[in-house]
């Protein structure tokens, strides 16, 4: 029955996100829904940019064992991102009208950094977007009591994501976010209600969490740990920020009020509701002791789904899985979504510059199709992988190679196009050797290690002589309505 129950809800989230893409006329309405979305639908699908699988099943297995100061990246580094982004991009970028993130470094830098920020940016998703996948197989693998194996289980959320993204875009996954983060805040607050109750009360699991010292989050005194507490605190923190998907939802407002109230709300509320899965997974260590206990020793991610299916009643188990699957879909419509915009008006453009809008669109959906393929197979590779490692390494290579030039070049009027060059050269190239070299990254944070190469690069190869050309190359789009115009 509950197996019934899930797939019917898949079917219902499908359907509405058809729904939705009747909206659909053009790639603005497919890449950002014609900036029309309200500032209450922006800070539901700025909510569900980040809460997906990791922070419902990936998280709350860290918290259990560092502590918050083993999930500083995620949800605290995540959600900073989201408000840093709608203090200090936001409104810069949405003056912009751009189309996706890329179209400014082009606007700033010129066509050689826009193509290779697309490349970091698409390459980011991967792992995030494989994240999601693995969830999905693993609730339809638990669900099916091991008849659907979990790559089966991977194709089969892949799919039910993919055929309403494919046709609406944004405007799809803007709707189905609105609704599927309604479901998924009040599912797991019903939940955590009923989890207090079984385990004596609320005050009981916050007592066994201070005992064992879960609420320690300021790293030792000691610049060793000092400097791997702010790496890991800037991936996602900083690395986030030149992300499609985030600039995606700024520009889908309705107005610059919107796009900057509501990406700062939406973040907020990430940070204080992250809390609400954690509280779950530490109600169980007093529910189910001996289960969990070895669960943790086994399989961390597992605990919160066995706690459901073991030991609570059907009702709270749809709530669950209803609400897992909310956090899933609308964090993974977004990011497949994400890369195949990126890929379509910022490289294949570059082959085909004076193609109708009509042939964009379609090519853009045909890049959904593709990615979802790509990621798939990659989630089927990477079996196994813990999900908040799938997630924390993904932003890595954005906070190294795209980070930089964005914020320099909005905020510095001297940063040329030598200075980004040098950025994400030597930014991707530190980050490399640190990886590659035995021992360096054990001493130094790798992506701290890539970021001060990228602003060293930045800064060195603005200030001396130009040898490089500073390019800046105007952005138009071509669509059935007005152009619209970037840089």
């Given at each position: 029955?509950?197996?019934?129950?899930?797939?019917?809800?898949?079917?219902?989230?499908?359907?509405?996100?058809?729904?939705?893409?009747?909206?659909?006329?053009?790639?603005?309405?497919?890449?950002?829904?014609?900036?029309?979305?309200?500032?209450?639908?922006?800070?539901?699908?700025t909510?569900?940019?980040?809460?997906?699988?990791?922070?419902?099943?990936g998280?709350?297995?860290?918290?259990?064992?560092?502590?918050?100061?083993?999930?500083?990246?995620?949800?605290?580094?995540?959600?900073?991102?989201?408000?840093?982004?709608?203090?200090?991009?936001?409104?810069?970028?949405?003056?912009?009208?751009?189309?996706?993130?890329?179209?400014?470094?082009?606007?700033?830098?010129?066509?050689?950094?826009?193509?290779?920020?697309?490349?970091?940016?698409?390459?980011?998703?991967?792992?995030?977007?494989s994240?999601?996948?693995?969830?999905?197989?693993?609730?339809?693998?638990?669900?099916?009591?091991d008849?659907?194996?979990?790559?089966?289980?991977?194709a089969?959320?892949?799919?039910?994501?993919l055929?309403?993204?494919?046709?609406?875009?944004?405007?799809?996954?803007?709707?189905?976010?609105?609704?599927?983060?309604?479901?998924?805040?009040?599912?797991?607050?019903?939940?955590?209600?009923?989890?207090?109750?079984?385990?004596?009360?609320?005050?009981?699991?916050?007592?066994?969490?201070?005992?064992?010292?879960?609420?320690?989050?300021?790293?030792?005194?000691?610049?060793?740990?000092?400097?791997?507490?702010?790496?890991?605190?800037?991936?996602?923190?900083?690395?986030?920020?030149?992300?499609?998907?985030?600039?995606?939802?700024?520009?889908?407002?309705?107005?610059?009020?919107?796009?900057?109230?509501?990406?700062?709300?939406?973040?907020?509320?990430?940070?204080?509701?992250?809390?609400?899965?954690?509280?779950?997974?530490?109600?169980?260590?007093?529910?189910?002791?001996?289960?969990?206990?070895?669960?943790?020793?086994?399989?961390?991610?597992?605990?919160?789904?066995?706690?459901?299916?073991?030991?609570?009643?059907?009702?709270?188990?749809?709530?669950?899985?209803?609400?897992?699957?909310?956090?899933?879909?609308?964090?993974?419509?977004?990011?497949?979504?994400?890369?195949?915009?990126?890929?379509?008006?910022?490289?294949?453009?570059?082959?085909?510059?004076?193609?109708?809008?009509?042939?964009?669109l379609?090519?853009?959906?045909?890049?959904?199709?593709?990615?979802a393929?790509?990621?798939?197979?990659?989630?089927?590779?990477?079996?196994?992988?813990?999900?908040?490692?799938?997630?924390?390494s993904?932003?890595?290579?954005?906070?190294?190679?795209?980070?930089?030039?964005?914020?320099?070049g909005?905020?510095?009027?001297?940063?040329?196009?030598?200075?980004?060059?040098?950025?994400?050269?030597?930014?991707?190239?530190?980050?490399?050797?640190?990886?590659?070299?035995?021992?360096?990254?054990?001493?130094f944070?790798?992506?701290?290690?890539?970021?001060?190469?990228?602003?060293?690069?930045?800064?060195?190869?603005?200030?001396?002589?130009?040898?490089?050309?500073?390019?800046?190359?105007?952005?138009?789009?071509?669509?059935?309505?007005?152009p619209?115009?970037?840089?």
């Amino acid at each position: 029955m509950l197996l019934f129950m899930v797939i019917a809800y898949l079917f219902v989230t499908i359907g509405i996100g058809l729904w939705a893409a009747r909206r659909v006329k053009n790639t603005a309405d497919f890449a950002i829904a014609g900036r029309h979305l309200p500032m209450y639908m922006i800070i539901t699908t700025t909510f569900a940019t980040w809460f997906g699988s990791e922070i419902v099943l990936g998280v709350p297995a860290k918290f259990i064992e560092g502590g918050l100061h083993a999930v500083v990246e995620d949800p605290f580094g995540a959600g900073m991102c989201l408000i840093l982004v709608g203090l200090f991009f936001a409104g810069k970028l949405y003056r912009m009208t751009l189309l996706t993130i890329s179209d400014y470094y082009r606007g700033r830098f010129g066509r050689g950094i826009e193509v290779v920020c697309s490349l970091i940016i698409m390459l980011s998703y991967l792992g995030w977007v494989s994240a999601q996948v693995t969830a999905l197989g693993l609730v339809f693998n638990l669900l099916s009591g091991d008849l659907i194996s979990v790559p089966w289980g991977m194709a089969i959320g892949v799919l039910s994501i993919l055929v309403y993204t494919l046709w609406g875009g944004m405007w799809s996954v803007a709707v189905t976010d609105f609704i599927q983060m309604i479901i998924l805040v009040l599912g797991l607050v019903v939940l955590a209600f009923f989890a207090a109750d079984m385990a004596g009360g609320a005050d009981k699991v916050i007592d066994l969490a201070t005992s064992r010292d879960l609420f320690k989050f300021w790293p030792e005194p000691s610049w060793h740990e000092i400097l791997f507490f702010f790496g890991a605190a800037i991936t996602m923190m900083l690395g986030s920020i030149p992300q499609q998907d985030v600039f995606q939802r700024v520009m889908s407002a309705n107005s610059e009020k919107a796009a900057v109230r509501g990406t700062v709300i939406g973040g907020t509320a990430y940070i204080f509701f992250a809390f609400v899965p954690m509280f779950l997974v530490a109600s169980a260590l007093l529910i189910m002791p001996e289960e969990a206990t070895a669960l943790l020793g086994d399989d961390p991610q597992k605990v919160l789904p066995t706690l459901v299916m073991d030991k609570m009643p059907v009702v709270m188990q749809v709530l669950f899985f209803g609400a897992l699957l909310s956090a899933i879909k609308s964090c993974a419509s977004a990011t497949l979504l994400a890369p195949s915009v990126t890929f379509t008006e910022n490289i294949w453009r570059q082959f085909r510059p004076m193609t109708s809008d009509r042939e964009n669109l379609l090519t853009m959906r045909i890049s959904v199709l593709v990615f979802a393929a790509c990621v798939l197979t990659y989630s089927i590779l990477m079996e196994g992988t813990p999900i908040y490692e799938l997630v924390s390494s993904a932003y890595q290579v954005p906070l190294v190679g795209a980070f930089v030039p964005l914020v320099f070049g909005l905020y510095w009027k001297r940063a040329s196009t030598q200075g980004a060059i040098a950025a994400v050269t030597l930014g991707i190239g530190v980050w490399l050797l640190f990886m590659v070299v035995p021992g360096w990254a054990d001493v130094f944070p790798q992506q701290l290690a890539g970021l001060l190469a990228a602003m060293t690069g930045m800064v060195t190869g603005s200030l001396l002589p130009q040898w490089i050309t500073n390019r800046r190359d105007e952005v138009v789009h071509y669509t059935s309505d007005t152009p619209v115009v970037g840089v």
